[in-house]
């Protein structure tokens, strides 16, 4: 499914047959499969979770955590599901999802749509996905919200009213074998660091991609680690 050597840049993209530079299984189970992985840091090890765990929580962020507690663990606030979502251009697009407070929805009510279901029939959950500020990374208040698209405050709804706009990813798989996250809305930011800080505890922000391209830079580089995997320690790259 996947090839050991380098690959032109447009084929790192991943949407059906995989090309990844990489042994890691993670990366195809995250795109492909849609199977919940942790997103652990290239530099420091540490990993992507909800500052709220809680379902209600709609208007907080995300941080980077280099301890794993009972609570996180428990709630799945460690975990992430790398959602399809459409096309931008021949670029498959993409929700980052928190397995951290999904709710099944209710069955519609007479005269209402089915949100959708999955290939088992069974309803799709409802996840609080990683939403971007209309005004990122300009603006130096909170750039990224977690919630569902109908609860995150109006600025990180998109601009031609469509609230999803804000909320999808082109996912690159990176020459290191790790994957890189840039909002369609800010093609030239990427996911990265208040301050491009890579602290613990550190708030996410969208932030200038210095490196110019859809790979990013090492310092905003994730790697999808599968959930069996999460007290496996992982070594820095710069060691």
């Known amino acids: ?43 420091n090890g540490g990993y992507l979770r909800p500052v709220e765990l809680k379902e209600e929580s709609h208007d907080k962020g995300v ?14 606030g460690h975990l992430w599901h790398i959602t ?41 959950p409802q996840r609080r996905r990683i939403t971007v500020h209309r005004d990122a990374p300009k603006s130096t208040c909170d750039t990224v919200q977690l919630g569902l698209p109908d609860k995150v405050g109006d600025n990180w709804r998109g601009k031609n009213g469509a609230p999803e706009d804000t909320q999808l990813w082109v996912v690159t798989v990176t020459p290191w074998g790790g994957i890189t996250f840039v909002p369609i809305t800010h093609p030239d930011a990427i996911l990265g660091f208040k301050d491009h800080a890579v602290t613990a505890n550190g708030e996410v922000r969208v932030t200038y991609n210095w490196g110019g391209d859809f790979t990013g830079t090492v310092i905003n580089t994730f790697y999808p680690r599968l959930p069996n995997e999460w007290d496996v320690p992982y070594h820095h790259v710069f060691t």
Do not use: C, W
């Open 1 to 43: 499914m996947y090839t050991q050597e380098r690959t032109a840049m447009t084929n790192l993209v991943v949407g059906g047959p995989v090309a990844v530079n990489s042994y890691d299984n993670a990366i195809v189970a995250a795109l492909v499969e849609n199977r919940p992985v942790m997103l652990v840091h290239a530099f």
């Open 84 to 124: 399809p979502a459409g096309f931008f251009g021949q670029r498959p697009l993409y929700f980052i999802e928190s397995a951290a407070g999904q709710v099944t929805p209710k069955p519609p009510a007479a005269g209402q749509a089915d949100a959708g279901r999955g290939d088992d029939g069974t309803p799709k």
């Open 63 to 76: 941080q980077l955590a280099t301890a794993l507690d009972p609570a996180t663990k428990e709630a799945k």
